[in-house]
């Protein structure tokens, strides 16, 4: 996992200063995100909490991404580990007509679904244009709330 946290590179839509986001090359579920840790570390609770907070920012402005790029009925977020311990997020958009609904992922059999580079470059498009959006809206509303003007609290 941590030589192939960039790989392959056209399926990378996201980095911060702890994070890597790319689009699962299986698109059976449309959106299915890796969102991974960029150095090697395998518990959570063993992060810094500057670097756990920043992974867990992380973890939500991309799975809000997700949700506006591909309007699920619920969005899935697994951190196991278990299989392949580094931390990882899986991040799945779901939909109530998918064949899985109800179930996890890995329950039963289904079809991996390969895209061309068009249709990946498709899907990343789409995040990143939700990501800009996001950042814009936070920044802006960061902006208005600097210029409010800020009553003291006092004690009686």
Partial sequence: MCQSVYEPKNLVFYESR???????????????????????????????????KQFLEDMSLVANALSKAFKPDKMNYEL???????????????????????????????RRKRLNAEGYALLTGRVETAISTLKRRTVARDKSSNNRPHRSVTSS
């Fill in 80 to 110: 196991l580990g278990n299989a392949m311990p580094h931390l990882h997020w899986h991040l799945i958009p779901r939909h109530t007509s998918d064949p899985m609904w109800g179930r996890p992922i890995w329950a039963g059999n289904r």
């Fill in 18 to 52: 702890t994070s890597v986001a790319k689009l699962n090359p299986d698109q059976a579920f449309e959106g299915y995100t890796f969102l991974t840790l960029k150095w090697h570390e395998e518990e959570l609770y063993k992060l810094a909490d500057k670097d756990r």
